[in-house]
């Protein structure tokens, strides 16, 4: 995924641009950046963040940059933001986002004239580097952002920071958030919406989709007006987003809570505690114990003070051990107890197995694993919510090819309906598979009425395969 934040203020910016950044780190943890435009023109630094946090890498930049104009970012694979200069002057370019036909895109980039790209390491190009590219086709900037919300498939929310102001454009159908702060002398666009309380800023305004704004110290002025079309990531409230967030007006926690105790609704587990997989299982098992009146308790932990982000490295081998490694038992909350788990989703199905597994090892009778959200059947195409090279590493995917064979995909449809004997005979196998005493998925519908919005402006591809 990916996190970003901006700042133009009549004062210096590097504070807020430093903390409203940071405040994204567990959207990303590959690379940090930030770039500040002042008196001494343009100035910018990226980091590593793989074995340490944004902040620490940041604190001595944070002490010698300057600057009345910035944008920062936390991005889970490419380096940025970038300085580009062009016939539009010079600018600094961050994205949130993924371009599902990047190779079109190049060929057509080529094939218009002579060009190159800058290869990163295994042989990609930077997305934010290709994002520039295709502005610099048109004669103006605000022309190149609509360009570019056209050409790219998949979603892309873009921030160009010029000496004059910083351009921001939201995505084409708004799949992920910007919200607009203000206080005197300044204003802020981010990622997440509590990004920029502590910091003094008030809530100003979210931009729709495909809305263009440019932002200055003294007002935030919109330069196209956003869309009538909206398909929000419904996984920006199950599991990406921060407890503390909204997004279209809608609490992440109080989703999660109504969340849970819907899925309480259609259960009758004999479990004697609920509790929730750390960090964001823990809202939708609170929502289940409170409509159950199962208690809730906390059998084992996340150790944070050395493993602060909730993201994990791109190698699925270390993500297991570390996910493994994170969490600490409480014996006296597990031994002799019969367990209901509550977690955010299953993709893979690997971390979970090995979570059930650690729970019998200290000493649960029982493990009846719940899931915040419906079988993840299809891979995401809008946004890097998985690194996946193929649908076959979905859990559910692969025990459907084999239910099915080759004719899986003629069944799809009936996979995603919890009525079918199809979708129970795939959830049975799955938690058999994984050595669950029972599994049971929220329900799409439920899902949807828990966050409360039009469902029409909701996305939920990797469910029901539906654009």
Same mark, same amino acid.
């Given at each position: 995924?990916?996190?970003?934040?901006?700042?133009? #203020?009549?004062?210096?910016?590097?504070?807020?641009?430093?903390?409203?950044?940071?405040?994204?780190?567990?959207?990303?943890?590959?690379?940090?950046?930030?770039?500040?435009?002042?008196?001494?023109?343009?100035?910018?630094?990226?980091?590593?963040?793989?074995?340490?946090?944004?902040?620490?890498?940041?604190?001595?930049?944070?002490?010698?940059?300057?600057?009345?104009?910035?944008?920062?970012?936390?991005?889970?694979?490419?380096?940025?933001?970038?300085?580009?200069?062009?016939?539009?002057?010079?600018?600094?370019?961050?994205?949130?986002?993924?371009?599902?036909?990047?190779?079109?895109?190049?060929?057509?980039?080529?094939?218009?004239?002579?060009?190159?790209?800058?290869?990163?390491?295994?042989?990609?190009?930077?997305?934010?580097?290709?994002?520039?590219?295709?502005?610099?086709?048109?004669?103006?900037?605000?022309?190149?952002?609509?360009?570019?919300?056209?050409?790219?498939?998949?979603?892309?929310?873009?921030?160009?920071?010029?000496?004059?102001?910083?351009?921001?454009?939201?995505?084409?159908?708004?799949?992920?958030?910007?919200?607009?702060?203000?206080?005197?002398?300044?204003?802020?666009?981010?990622?997440?919406?509590?990004?920029?309380?502590?910091?003094?800023?008030?809530?100003?305004?979210?931009?729709?989709?495909?809305?263009?704004?440019?932002?200055?110290?003294?007002?935030?002025?919109?330069?196209?007006?956003?869309?009538?079309?909206?398909?929000?990531?419904?996984?920006?409230?199950?599991?990406?987003?921060?407890?503390?967030?909204?997004?279209?007006?809608?609490?992440?926690?109080?989703?999660?809570?109504?969340?849970?105790?819907?899925?309480?609704?259609?259960?009758?587990?004999?479990?004697?505690?609920?509790?929730?997989?750390?960090?964001?299982?823990?809202?939708?098992?609170?929502?289940?114990?409170?409509?159950?009146?199962?208690?809730?308790?906390?059998?084992?932990?996340?150790?944070?003070?050395?493993?602060?982000?909730?993201?994990?490295?791109?190698?699925?081998?270390?993500?297991?051990?570390?996910?493994?490694?994170?969490?600490?038992?409480?014996?006296?909350?597990?031994?002799?107890?019969?367990?209901?788990?509550?977690?955010? #989703?299953?993709?893979?199905?690997?971390?979970?197995?090995?979570?059930?597994?650690?729970?019998?090892? #200290?000493?649960?009778?029982?493990?009846?694993?719940?899931?915040?959200?419906?079988?993840?059947?299809?891979?995401?195409?809008?946004?890097?919510?998985?690194?996946?090279?193929?649908?076959?590493?979905?859990?559910?995917?692969?025990?459907?090819?084999?239910?099915?064979?080759?004719?899986?995909?003629?069944?799809?449809?009936?996979?995603?309906?919890?009525?079918?004997?199809?979708?129970?005979?795939?959830?049975?196998?799955?938690?058999?598979?994984?050595?669950?005493?029972?599994?049971?998925?929220?329900?799409?519908?439920?899902?949807?009425?828990?966050?409360?919005?039009?469902?029409?402006?909701?996305?939920?591809?990797?469910?029901?395969?539906?654009?």
């Amino acid at each position: 995924m990916g996190g970003f934040f901006a700042v133009a #203020s009549k004062e210096d910016c590097v504070f807020d641009l430093f903390f409203g950044t940071d405040y994204h780190s567990h959207l990303g943890t590959r690379r940090g950046g930030m770039a500040v435009h002042g008196k001494n023109g343009f100035d910018r630094s990226i980091h590593n963040i793989e074995n340490s946090p944004f902040r620490t890498k940041f604190e001595k930049d944070v002490n010698e940059m300057t600057g009345n104009l910035g944008i920062g970012c936390i991005s889970d694979y490419e380096p940025q933001p970038l300085l580009v200069r062009s016939h539009h002057g010079t600018y600094a370019i961050a994205t949130v986002g993924k371009i599902s036909n990047m190779e079109e895109i190049v060929a057509k980039i080529f094939k218009a004239g002579n060009t190159h790209f800058l290869e990163m390491s295994g042989g990609d190009i930077n997305a934010t580097e290709l994002v520039a590219s295709i502005i610099n086709q048109k004669e103006n900037l605000i022309e190149g952002l609509q360009y570019a919300q056209e050409m790219i498939e998949g979603s892309m929310t873009m921030l160009c920071m010029t000496p004059k102001g910083i351009f921001i454009a939201r995505d084409r159908l708004g799949r992920t958030p910007v919200a607009i702060g203000q206080k005197e002398g300044a204003f802020c666009a981010s990622f997440e919406s509590f990004s920029y309380l502590n910091l003094g800023y008030q809530e100003y305004k979210e931009l729709g989709p495909g809305e263009i704004v440019v932002m200055s110290p003294e007002a935030v002025t919109t330069l196209v007006q956003p869309g009538k079309d909206m398909k929000i990531c419904t996984f920006l409230w199950v599991y990406y987003g921060y407890p503390s967030s909204s997004y279209e007006g809608v609490s992440v926690e109080e989703m999660r809570y109504k969340c849970g105790e819907l899925l309480a609704g259609r259960d009758n587990a004999d479990a004697e505690t609920v509790a929730g997989v750390p960090d964001s299982g823990i809202a939708h098992a609170v929502g289940y114990a409170n409509a159950s009146g199962i208690p809730f308790s906390r059998p084992f932990i996340k150790y944070t003070p050395t493993w602060p982000r909730s993201f994990m490295p791109t190698i699925q081998s270390q993500r297991n051990l570390i996910a493994k490694m994170k969490l600490i038992p409480i014996h006296e909350l597990i031994k002799n107890k019969n367990l209901l788990l509550i977690d955010d #989703s299953i993709v893979r199905g690997t971390q979970l197995r090995e979570t059930t597994e650690f729970l019998y090892q #200290s000493g649960a009778r029982k493990v009846h694993i719940r899931t915040a959200c419906p079988p993840i059947i299809y891979g995401c195409k809008y946004l890097n919510f998985s690194r996946s090279t193929s649908e076959m590493d979905l859990i559910a995917r692969r025990v459907i090819k084999r239910l099915e064979g080759n004719d899986s995909d003629k069944y799809l449809n009936e996979y995603t309906d919890p009525q079918t004997d199809r979708y129970q005979e795939m959830t049975t196998t799955i938690g058999r598979e994984l050595n669950f005493s029972s599994l049971l998925y929220h329900r799409l519908d439920d899902m949807i009425e828990s966050v409360g919005i039009d469902p029409c402006k909701l996305c939920t591809y990797c469910w029901n395969g539906q654009e």
